[in-house]
Each structure stands twice: as C-alpha cells, then as structure tokens.
C-alpha cells in the first residue's frame, strides 16, 4: 500500500506540475506581452514576440530534460573513460587498453554479434508474416492484440514469466517449467536451459523475439494496408500468385518501415541489459555490454574508468545506426 501511495503522489505531483507549468508559464507570457493593447503597433509587436516565445516554453522542459539526462552523461561517460577507478586521476588511453584485452569483454561482443543477427531479423520477420496474414482472417484484431500485448509488459516482467517456461527440477521431480514438461512428456530429459553454453544465448533472445514482434507486425501491419489496392489488383490481372504479389509487390513498397523497424529493434538490442540481468545476470557465457557497464560501474565497489568505457564503445555502436535510422525515416516522410 505505501508503494501504491507513493506512485500515485508522484503521479498527481508529477501531472499537477506539468499543468501547473503550461498554464502558468503561458498566463505570464501574456500578462507581459499583452495582445490587447491602446497602442496597436505595440499591440502588435507583443503578439509577434509571445508567438517566438510560446513553442520555446513547451520545449524547454523537453530541451532540458535532454539536456540533463542525454548531453550531460554523453560527455561525462567520455570525461571518465580516460580517469582511474575513482574517476579522480587521469590515466589516458588505460581503460582502452584494457578493454582490447579482457576476455570477457570479447565474449560480451561476441554475444552482442549474435544478438544483433538473430532478434531484430526474428523479429521483424514474425512481425511481417503475422501483419500479413492477420489482414486475410476475420479475427486478425484479436489475433493482434493478443501479440501485441508483451509490449505492454517491462523486459523484467517478461524474463519472470519465461523463468517459468525454462524451470528446471531435478529428473523425477515433477516439472513445472513449460519447456520441460513437454520435454518430459515426450520421453526426454530435463534440462537446465538458461546454463547451456551457446544455446543459452538463443533461450534468453526468444524473450526479446516475443516481446518486439508486436511491436514489428503493428508498424508492418499499418504499411502494408497503406499499399495502394491498383497495384495489387493489376497483379492480379496480370496472373501473380499470392507468393509473387507479397514478395515482388508489396514488401518492394514497404521496403522503408521493414529497415526503420529493423533498425529501431537493432537499436534496442545492442541496449539490451534487463533481461540478461533477470535470468543469467551474465553467467554461463550471456554476458553482453550493458550488462558488463553495470557490473563495473555499480558492483564490487565500481570502477568509473572501466565502466565508462563500456559506455563508450556502446554508444559509438548506437549512433551510426541511429542517425542511419532518422535519415530513412525522414527520406520516407519526404516521399510521402
């Protein structure tokens, strides 16, 4: 119940004083540059002022914000890159050095590789064939929400519920994990899923998989009914299959979102930190980037200097793709 009453304070709180803001911010504006005035030319001058004025006061929380949590930590994770484990002496190049040579760093890109390959490709894929064939059934909006509804639950809550499928008792006990009952049904073994070196890595991805393709087959679903019926119907005409009409008709003309949503979820995975954490916390070879930043910045005391430089090489991964990504979306926009 405290819990309860603190969310809903911060809530009210947090509601009250953007309102309080808006409101606030703009009934001063007008108080001193009023628009009625005896004098038209000041009249006037005032109204062109508090028109340059007014869309600055509702970005300047947002600038801020940014500002704040975005800007600031971006030069700062670079400030601390080149300092020493209390962030207080500079050592250069040291922290880079040694990320060049730690084993586990390695296989932290490795298993960064391996996801950045298999969940935004997974998918974007599912999302795609299920945004197709959701529009030739009669309860395909079911069908969606019911798919889309993980995006609505946090990474944290989604490992929780795969723990579940990937329980493991010992051989003879009765298995409560989804995975291994079937398994066990079927005659085999159980097995402890989340500790298989390598296959572990693809166990952990399905999470992602099933909470982004929601995400893939609504922004996919939304372009493919913008496809103009002409162009199919003159392929229909013209003797297309259905397997000629998607692959060589429609997908063509969806080509945009497929990148913008393949990137986004790329994006998101090379960030990939809760679900990790939830069910390994990086052991039995998942460890990823994020992962190994927060272990050293925030656990056995933390190292500014190391953990810096994790963010660093992060970012340097983030934003190529990012800028790539903001650059198709507005050559998308450009065309419409």
């Known amino acids: 119940m405290g819990q309860l009453a603190y969310a809903l304070i ?3 709180i947090g509601v009250g004083g953007a309102l309080g803001y808006f409101f606030g911010s703009n009934w001063i504006l007008d108080r001193l540059f009023p ?3 005896t004098d038209l030319d000041r009249a006037s001058r005032n109204m062109r002022v508090a028109a340059f004025i007014r869309p600055w006061l509702f970005l300047g929380p947002a600038l801020l914000s940014l500002a704040v949590y975005l800007v600031y930590p971006l030069f700062s994770s670079i400030f601390y890159s080149f300092m020493d484990r209390s962030g207080t002496s500079f050592v250069g190049l040291a922290n880079y050095k040694w990320l060049l040579g730690d084993n586990e760093f390695h296989e932290a890109i ?33 069908a969606k929400s019911l798919i889309f509804m993980p995006m609505a639950i946090s990474f944290v809550g989604a490992s929780v519920i795969w723990k579940f499928v990937y329980d493991y008792r010992d051989a003879g006990a009765e298995q409560i994990g989804l995975l291994n009952a079937i398994v066990v049904a079927l005659g085999g073994q159980p097995q402890v899923w989340i500790s298989l070196p390598f296959w572990n890595n693809f166990f952990l991805m399905v999470i992602l998989v099933w ?18 019926e002409e ?12 397997w000629q009409i998607f692959f060589k008709i429609k997908v063509p003309q969806i080509w945009g979102t497929i990148a913008v949503v393949w990137t986004t979820i790329t994006i998101l995975v090379l960030k990939v930190f809760d679900i990790v954490l939830a069910m390994t916390n990086g052991q039995w070879q998942t460890q990823v980037l994020a992962n190994l930043m927060f272990d050293w910045m ?5 190292d500014f200097g190391r953990g810096a430089v994790i963010a660093v090489v992060i970012m340097v991964m983030v934003v190529p793709i990012m800028v790539w990504n903001i650059r198709n979306a507005r050559q998308e926009m450009g065309d419409r």
């Open 211 to 228: 909470v982004q393709t929601g995400f893939a087959m609504v922004l996919l679903s939304a372009a493919l009914r913008g496809i103009p």
């Open 10 to 12: 911060t809530i009210v």
């Open 35 to 37: 628009a009625h005035h």
């Open 110 to 142: 490795l298993n960064n590789i391996l996801w950045l390959v298999v969940v935004p490709t997974l998918s974007t894929l599912l999302g795609l064939v299920i945004a197709a064939l959701t529009d030739r059934i009669w309860w395909g909006n079911i």
């Open 298 to 302: 925030f656990r056995g005391g933390g």
């Open 231 to 242: 162009t199919v119907e003159a392929a229909v005409i013209d003797g297309a299959n259905p």
